[in-house]
């Protein structure tokens, strides 16, 4: 069972919907991350959140928008999307983002946009 | 481009059998290595850092070579619940833990 909690779990939205995706972690990790996994692809980061700010954004585009309410929580907010991101969004945590310490992922939310 | 280079596989073996999965990086500063596994329409999970001097877990070795820049891991007596998609990472130097560079990964496929 992992220890970072993703919901929803599936989620379809058409191409003018608003939703949002959120995580959850309570290890007490300091940084936490969105990624974006397409089959048979490895992930590929969005965002890295470093105590709470946002360190990194890979020139994500302005459809996705990230926001870290606490240490605890991160969420993926998503407007306008293409069909082209459907995807596996999977959040991330580590112990800290500047050291060695891995990633515990979430089990992702299965995102579909038609 | 910082790269991390894997045998994409797949790697079919039978029950019982040992497979070994290399793994290459270009960047001779990396400084962290990982192996993790990932399930059909599953997330990562962390299987093993892998540390200088070697470490093994159950039937799990995992080797680092820094000279030869590649990491290896070795499965023993394979059991097909082994069978996954096997990713190898590495962490950059002097970077944030954004700049964790994934391996394509290697699918591994066990049959009785």
């Known amino acids: 069972d992992t220890e970072v909690t993703q919901t929803p779990k599936h989620l379809v939205m058409g191409m003018t919907n608003k939703k949002s995706l959120k995580c959850e972690q309570h290890?007490?990790?300091?940084?936490m991350y969105w990624y974006k996994q397409k089959a048979k692809k490895p992930p590929e980061l969005m965002f890295v959140?470093?105590?709470?700010?946002?360190?990194i954004n890979e020139s994500v585009p302005s459809r996705f928008s990230p926001e870290c309410p606490n240490s605890s929580l991160l969420n993926l907010h998503l407007h306008a999307l293409q069909p082209e991101d459907s995807a596996l969004y999977l959040c991330?945590?580590?112990?800290?983002?500047?050291?060695?310490?891995?990633?515990?992922f979430g089990n992702g939310t299965r995102l579909t946009v038609t | 481009r910082k790269e991390v280079e894997q045998d994409p596989g797949p790697f079919n073996v039978p029950e019982g059998a040992t497979v070994a999965f290399n793994c290459t990086y270009s960047?001779?500063?990396?400084?962290?290595f990982f192996w993790y596994r990932q399930d059909c329409r599953k997330e990562p999970k962390l299987l093993m850092s892998?540390?200088?001097s070697g470490n093994e877990d159950g039937r799990f070795t995992a080797q680092l070579n820094r000279a030869s820049q590649y990491i290896s891991l070795l499965i023993r007596d394979s059991k097909l619940s082994d069978s996954a998609t096997y990713l190898c990472?590495?962490?950059?130097?002097?970077?944030?833990?954004?700049?964790?560079?994934f391996g394509k990964g290697t699918k591994l496929s066990v049959k009785p």
């Open positions: 991330a945590s580590s112990q800290d983002p500047g050291q060695g310490s891995p990633l515990h």
């Open positions: 290890m007490g990790h300091r940084a």
């Open positions: 959140y470093s105590y709470e700010k946002l360190s």
């Open positions: 960047n001779s500063a990396s400084q962290s």
């Open positions: 892998v540390y200088s």
């Open positions: 990472v590495v962490k950059d130097y002097g970077g944030s833990q954004g700049n964790l560079i």
